[in-house]
């Protein structure tokens, strides 16, 4: 009976904080609360915690049930969720946060920096993919007191890559479930515990997830929504019919085929749109193995490049969604992009001429030497790509061969065993380029990591800009040492990046306040309702 | 008595053909490019090499192949099935809770299928050469022809996108609370159309081998005995040709049990139903080697089970064969 009024109470004081505090830019509705979301989820993932697993499949269910120490606001500035503020110290080497109080884990207990530091030294910085490396120089993290937490790092660390890197990689779990436990096969990773606006309730497996209205959030009045439900569905058409008759509201990360968004896009009962995922760009790339003595030379890296009609394969491929990329940092990252155009415009002449100059005359059949091709399908328009290279490359007497295998196979074939003259996938830029990008270029990644330099190229001058612009402390001269990169690696070409493109969501237009931040889908959807 | 001895005798001969399945198929995985931390690192969108290590050292993965398939059969002889690497659970608990959706999907298919064939395969027998058996073998053919994916997509368009007849895919109502009968209801409505799409597929099989079988006994000189006896059609029909006319059908159902199971995957990816087929599927990708193996261990049992059945089944309709 206690529980059914506090939540009536709850109820009436969101109506009437809406009612009171009409927030400035959003249409001006008024929020109903109740009802059930339910997101497309396309891939079961193994762990549901995001201090463990850093990807965009855990982050749709997980960021609704734990909270990070800062998310993005509606301007992609970082603004504290469970910090309430934050202070470098001059040197660059200390970062204090001052966190939330009254916040609960969802079990009851009080959330302190005592979980902080636990979270940031046990699992960021020992388990955490993209966290291992940002918090490789973290040395201590001191708790004063239950409010706050004092980072200590052996280098100096831009205070902006932080922030902007803890919305994703900031997320804090429960040191008293974890502590003393292998944290790998916790119990709680798929009956997750945190202080979110949702409660985790059920997880059946192979079908859905079910979390419920936390009553106790921290954010009076909020969530508005009783229930988010994750429905398990792994063929992209059935999601696409699941969204069109309801059973689902929401698909994002681009989980359904690039046609059916070109067909739901004219439906008026969707949004079909990258708003609120801007933060996750990706590209297409062409990664070489420069070991192969042809690839070694850049004249021929930069011929295939020229060979390639970017804006067709665009237009005619991903249905216009895309555009060609300038270069490792893509345009939609405002504090970082250099502002360049494409450096490889499509040329045919010019690459011929370059494969000429360089002796690799064309022989038997017109063909001058011969390729291997590994697609890494993180899409389908992977192999559609690997197939329009084949076709491009052709035409310039540059046989290739394609080696169709499923990820895990070509994760291996091309990063573990060298096993490859060129390889097609995915670059995920994410907000930052220390964060996700420098690795792809700089040496001395151990053989074996995915999606890092493997390609058999080291340059000292790039090496040397990765890690200066890693620690530079004023984001103008960061900045600077950035656009400088990018001018020397477009100029060697160790991989090529094809195309830029954004995520692609489908929300029915019945859901009210949804992608209203840069990384909405992977945030924790607090004051979205549903217009029933 | 003779039927416990038979189902030893089977047992018997079934053990070794398991062994030889499960190593055969932890070889041939070993042959398979990248293990489950490669899949684990391309769900996570990479992860640095540390870490790969330590997870490799999680799963066990650090150590040689020939101790791992012998830690896996010592581990087998005790019953235990092992870890899960997708769902981070004993292998037994993620089967057992796959296998209603998938023996209810199956058996209410073959079921289906089994009726629908026997009855028309009957019926265009008796019609033969005119034109409902030529409508009939056509349609049997078209479906036959059909891939099942896209038999099944165009059924969620009509049925479920269209006309709304029924729900686009899932196995229940999720969180529905239901119980009892209408929990049964539930169930029974979400798996409508995927049995349909997959009984309408083994349908023509059946169609045809009942159709051909019975043509082939009504010339038999012991069908003209009871003719000439002076017993009436539909008894000739029903106690000396359908009788015989069966075996053919019951061979086919002994076969298609294991085919159903994997031909499932793709009717359960389609319809989101938690089988064990899409499950299969799942651990080959991700390089699960303890499920899939626990998998194919179940599924072999299922073969086994029902090839077992199916011969006490001969022995009930050809006295013969047991003598």
Do not use: C
């Not at chain 1, 415009?345 to 091709?373: I, M, N, Q, W």
């Amino acid at each position: 009976m206690a529980l059914t009024r506090r939540e009536a109470l709850l109820a009436s004081v969101a109506t009437t904080l809406a009612a009171v505090l009409p927030t400035a830019g959003r249409a001006a509705e008024t929020p109903k609360t109740g009802g059930t979301l339910t997101y497309h989820l396309g891939s079961e993932q193994r762990i549901l915690n995001p201090a463990l697993r850093a990807s965009t499949g855990v982050y749709i269910v997980s960021s609704k049930i734990f909270e990070s120490l800062v998310d993005l606001d509606a301007e992609g500035k970082p603004v504290g969720v469970l910090a309430t503020s934050w202070e470098a110290a001059a040197d660059g080497k200390t970062v204090t946060f001052r966190l939330r109080d009254g916040v609960t884990w969802h079990d009851g207990k009080p959330f302190t920096s005592a979980d902080v530091a636990y979270t940031a030294l046990e699992l960021w910085k020992k388990y955490l993919n993209y966290g291992t490396q940002l918090q490789q120089y973290l040395e201590a993290v001191d708790t004063p007191d239950p409010l706050t937490a004092v980072f200590r790092y052996a280098r100096p660390i831009p205070t902006a890559l932080l922030l902007r890197a803890l919305a994703d990689l900031g997320y804090i779990a429960p040191k008293h479930l974890y502590e003393g436990t292998n944290v790998l096969e916790n119990p709680a990773n798929t009956a997750p515990i945190g202080t979110g606006p949702f409660k985790f309730v059920q997880y059946e497996r192979g079908q859905f997830i079910v979390a419920e209205r936390n009553p106790a959030y921290w954010r009076k009045g909020f969530p508005y929504l009783d229930k988010i439900v994750w429905r398990v569905i792994t063929d992209k058409s059935a999601a696409s019919a699941a969204l069109e008759t309801g059973q689902i509201q929401i698909s994002t990360y681009s989980s359904l085929a690039l046609a059916d968004y070109d067909r739901l896009a004219k439906d008026p009962r969707f949004e079909i749109s990258s708003r609120g995922i801007e933060a996750n760009a990706f590209n297409n790339t062409l990664e070489f193995n420069v070991r192969r003595k042809e690839l070694a030379d850049v004249r021929v890296r930069r011929a295939i490049a020229h060979a390639i009609n970017v804006p067709f394969f665009i237009e005619n491929f991903l249905y216009g969604r895309g555009k060609p990329a300038t270069g490792p940092i893509p345009s939609s990252s405002a504090a970082f992009f250099p502002g360049n155009p494409p450096p490889y415009p499509f040329d045919v002449k010019k690459s011929e001429a370059l494969l000429d100059e360089a002796g690799y005359k064309r022989g038997a059949g017109g063909v001058r030497f011969t390729l291997k091709l590994v697609p890494i399908q993180n899409g389908e328009d992977v192999p559609l790509l690997a197939t329009y290279i084949q076709q491009s490359l052709a035409k310039v007497g540059i046989k290739v061969e394609i080696q169709l295998l499923d990820i895990a196979g070509a994760l291996s074939t091309v990063y573990k065993d060298w096993n490859f003259d060129l390889a097609t996938g995915w670059h995920q830029y994410r907000g930052d380029p220390a964060v996700s990008t420098t690795v792809w270029y700089r040496s001395g990644s151990p053989k074996g990591s995915p999606w890092t330099n493997q390609w058999g190229w080291q340059s000292d001058v790039v090496d040397k800009l990765i890690d200066d612009a890693a620690s530079e402390l004023d984001p103008v001269k960061r900045k600077a040492l950035y656009a400088e990169f990018v001018a020397k690696v477009n100029e060697e070409l160790p991989i090529w990046l094809v195309t830029e493109r954004q995520f692609i969501g489908a929300t029915w237009k019945t859901v009210k306040n949804h992608h209203n931040q840069p990384r909405w889908d992977s945030s924790d959807a607090h004051d979205t309702w549903i217009d029933a | 008595m003779r039927i416990v001895l038979l189902a030893l005798r089977r047992l018997a001969a079934s053990l070794p053909t398991l062994l030889v399945l499960l190593v055969g198929l932890f070889v041939l995985l070993q042959f398979a490019p990248g293990d489950t931390v490669d899949a684990l690192m391309a769900q996570m969108g990479g992860g640095d090499p540390a870490a790969a290590d330590e997870l490799r050292r999680f799963y066990g993965l650090d150590l040689s192949v020939p101790v791992r398939l012998g830690h896996y059969l010592w581990r087998l002889v005790q019953l235990d099935l092992g870890y899960s690497a997708i769902y981070g659970k004993p292998v037994a608990e993620v089967i057992v809770e796959r296998l209603p959706p998938t023996l209810l999907l199956m058996g209410a298919s073959l079921a289906f299928a089994f009726a629908g064939g026997l009855v028309l395969g009957v019926f265009a027998a008796r019609k033969v050469g005119r034109w409902p058996d030529t409508v009939l073998s056509t349609l049997g053919l078209i479906f036959y022809a059909t891939p099942s994916f896209w038999f099944g997509l165009m059924g969620i368009v009509l049925f479920a996108v269209d006309l709304g007849w029924v729900p686009a895919g899932g196995y229940e109502e999720i969180a529905g609370g239901k119980t009892g009968l209408a929990r049964v209801l539930d169930v029974a409505w979400h798996l409508a159309l995927p049995t349909l799409t997959l009984a309408l597929i083994f349908l023509a099989t059946y169609l045809r081998i009942m159709r051909a079988s019975m043509l082939e006994v009504m010339t038999l000189d012991f069908v003209r005995t009871a003719r000439a006896k002076g017993l009436s059609g539909m008894a000739v029909l029903t106690r000396h040709v359908l009788r015989n006319a069966l075996l053919p059908m019951v061979t086919l159902i002994g076969l298609q049990a294991g085919t159903m199971l994997g031909g499932s995957v793709v009717v359960e990816s389609v319809f989101a139903l938690p089988g064990l087929g899409r499950l299969a599927y799942e651990s080959v990708v991700q390089r699960d080697l303890n499920t899939l193996l626990g998998i194919v261990f179940v599924s072999a049992l299922l073969v086994i089970v029902v090839n077992f059945l199916v011969d006490l089944l001969y022995a009930r309709l050809d006295p013969r064969i047991v003598s």
